[in-house]
């Protein structure tokens, strides 16, 4: 049975290389029918820009969303059917319920007021990915410099899940300091790195083993790759 109040996941995305991990994690949470609440911060625009050929737009959201959402991890354009939801206000319905789920309601990474960055509003939890070491930093130090960074403190005091799905290499000695306070307070380091006995074909398996090991942190289900079993070789008897 659903909560009567609507209770999101909020994905912030931030402006390390990695955007078809974002995506991937948001089709799934989209297809399990969960709720989502998306912030994309000023510098991920410009790697989306770039990772993808496409602007992110505040007015355009929507539109600039599902073309996002439906391109494949190696650049095939609408390789996804995507749709997304109507119901995009963060209202109840009209009876007073969440609906049945998926829904989906844009912040801009600049507005502080935000529903997300109170306590009081209603959260499931959050998940950052991809995680700059810019962006991992302003959390550990609790700099809220933005409505992404705000949020995660918030997640973080309200006690609530934050994954944080950290995309660098190497890292040095401060970056690692600040990964282990994020650790101590709470929340689950991630870091995006592929395996590969569960497969990979292609370079949209590894993306979806990395979106898989979030949403697993996060307890959503999913189906996004195929689970060690205990059985040598299993893999390579895939067809």
């Known amino acids: 049975m659903r909560d009567s ?39 991920s625009r410009l790697t989306l820009l770039d990772e993808t050929g496409h602007p992110f737009r505040d007015a355009h959201w929507r539109e600039d969303l599902r073309r996002w959402l439906a391109r494949g991890a190696d650049g095939t354009p609408d390789a996804y059917d995507v749709k997304i939801p109507e119901h995009t206000d963060g209202t109840a319905d009209s009876d007073g319920s969440a609906g049945t789920g998926g829904t989906v309601r844009y912040w801009p990474a600049g507005d502080l007021a935000a529903g997300p960055s109170s306590g009081s509003y209603p959260a499931r939890g959050m998940v950052v990915v991809p995680a700059s070491t810019a962006c991992v930093a302003g959390i550990a130090l609790g700099l809220s410099k933005d409505l992404l960074q705000r949020t995660a403190s918030v997640t973080l005091k309200e006690r609530r899940p934050l994954v ?76």
């Open 5 to 43: 109040v609507r209770r999101p996941w909020i994905v912030g995305v931030s402006g390390a290389s990695g955007t078809p991990y974002a995506a991937s994690v948001l089709r799934a949470l989209l297809a399990a029918g969960e709720d989502v609440d998306l912030v994309v911060s000023r510098a």
């Open 164 to 239: 944080v799905a950290v995309r660098e290499t190497p890292l040095n000695g401060r970056t690692l300091r600040h990964l282990v306070a994020l650790d101590e307070a709470g929340a689950v380091v991630l870091p995006a790195s592929p395996a590969f006995y569960a497969g990979a074909t292609h370079i949209q398996d590894l993306v979806d083993f990395v979106a898989g090991r979030v949403l697993d942190a996060m307890g959503v289900p999913h189906s996004l790759y195929r689970r060690w079993k205990g059985e040598l070789g299993a893999a390579q008897g895939q067809s």
